[in-house]
C-alpha cells in the first residue's frame, strides 16, 4: 500500500527524505518549500534546496508565504492526502492544514525530544556540550515540537563534529527512519509515546550578537561554541580590528589571559584552558587552515584576540 503525501519541507536536510518517500513508491501529491528569496551579490531570487530537488522531477511545488488564508488551507485539502510529511519547512502549520490529511501530519526533528524543541536543534546541541543526538518522527500538533514520538535513531557527537557534520548524519539518517516509520505506520504497527514533560529545552534561533567570541569562557565552552556555529553563522572574532570566522577548533593545553596567543599555530588562552583554532576565514575571503591563513597574517604570540 502506498500513500499519498505532501512532503512540506526547504533546506537541504529534508531532500535525502523526499528521496526515500519517492524510492519507496509514495506518491508525492505536492510539495510545500519556502518562497524563493534574494541570494548572492547578484540579489537574484534562489529556490529552495527542496524546491529545486522536487522542480527537477516534475513535481508540483508550492510556496506560500502562510498557509493562514482559506485559500491557501482549502487548495492543501483539496489535495486529498493520506499524510502530510514536515522537515523543516519552516512556516507554522495552522489547526485546518493539520487536520486537512486523513492521517494528520508527520514531522521528522533533528533531537531527542523533548530536549532542544525549536529553530536550531543541532547547533544548541553541540553548543551545550551534549554527547548524543538524535532524530525523531513525532506526531504535529499545534504546540512547538510537542506531539508524540513515533519513532528514534540516535548518533553520538564526536569531538571533532560541526554543524555540517551532525547535519548530514541526521539528515541521510532522518530519511532512513522516516521511510521505516512509514512502512510500520501502513500496517498499523507504530506506537504514538507522548514526550516526557520533564527535560524540556528550547533551541532558540541563533542571534548575531552570540556568535562573537567570548575569550573568558572555559576553553570546552568556546570549543563547542565554535563547532555549533560552523558553517553558520560561525563564530567570530577580531585581530587588528578585522573580523575573523572560527570555523573548527581543538580543545589545547596551556593557560594565559583570554584571547592571548600562546604559541605560533593559534593557540589561544581562555578563561580556564585554551584552544586551538584549526580552520578560520578572514572577513571577506575564504576559509583557510591555521598554517595557510598564518602564512599571510602576522599573529605574534602574546597578541590578544578580542
Known amino acids: 500500500m502506498t500513500l499519498r503525501l505532501a512532503f512540506m519541507g526547504s533546506p537541504a536536510f529534508g531532500i535525502p527524505t523526499l528521496e526515500a518517500l519517492i ?16 541570494a ?23 510556496t506560500p508565504k502562510s ?9 492543501f485539502a483539496a489535495l486529498n492526502l493520506d499524510l502530510a510529511i514536515v522537515v523543516a519547512y519552516g512556516l507554522i ?27 536550531a536543534p543541532i547547533q544548541r ?18 504546540g512547538l515540537d510537542t506531539g508524540a514520538i513515533l519513532s528514534t535513531a540516535t548518533t553520538p557527537i ?26 510500520k505506520f501502513e500496517r498499523g504497527e507504530t506506537t504514538e509515546t507522548p514526550q516526557s514533560e520533564e527535560g524540556v529545552t528550547y533551541a532558540h534561533k541563533i542571534t548575531p550578537a552570540e556568535a562573537r567570541i567570548d575569550w573568558t569562557r572555559p576553553a570546552r565552552d568556546v ?51 585554551a584552544v586551538r583554532l584549526i580552520t578560520v576565514q578572514r572577513e571577506g575571503r575564504g576559509p583557510l587552515a591555521a598554517d595557510v591563513f598564518l602564512r599571510g597574517q602576522t599573529v605574534p604570540v602574546g597578541a590578544r584576540l578580542a
Open 93 to 119: 502549520l495552522p489547526k485546518p492544514i493539520l487536520d486537512a490529511p486523513k492521517r494528520g501530519a508527520l514531522n521528522l526533528h533533528g533531537s531527542l525530544l523533548p530536549r532542544w524543541r525549536g529553530a
Open 158 to 183: 564526536d569531538f571533532d563534529d560541526t554543524t555540517s557534520t551532525v547535519h548530514d548524519r541526521l539528515s541521510a539518517i532522518g530519511a532512513t527512519l522516516m521511510r521505516d516509520t512509514l512502512e
Open 67 to 75: 498557509l493562514k488564508k482559506p485559500p491557501e488551507q482549502e487548495a
Open 125 to 142: 546541541a553541540i553548543m551545550a556540550g551534549d554527547k548524543i543526538t538524535g532524530v525523531q518522527v513525532m506526531r504535529m500538533e499545534e
Open 40 to 62: 548572492g551579490r547578484g540579489k537574484k531570487e534562489r529556490l529552495t534546496p527542496v524546491h529545486e530537488f522536487a522542480a527537477a522531477r516534475g513535481i508540483e511545488v508550492r
Open 23 to 38: 524510492a519507496a513508491g509514495h506518491e508525492i501529491a505536492c510539495v510545500y518549500s519556502q518562497p524563493p528569496r534574494p
Open 223 to 273: 570549543d563547542a561554541m565554535i563547532r555549533g556555529l560552523s558553517p553558520a553563522p560561525s563564530a567570530w572574532f577580531e585581530l587588528e580590528g578585522v573580523r575573523v570566522k572560527a570555523l573548527l577548533s581543538r580543545l589545547g593545553q596551556g593557560s594565559g589571559a583570554p584571547g592571548e596567543v600562546l604559541d605560533d599555530d593559534l593557540l589561544i588562552a581562555c578563561g580556564e584552558g
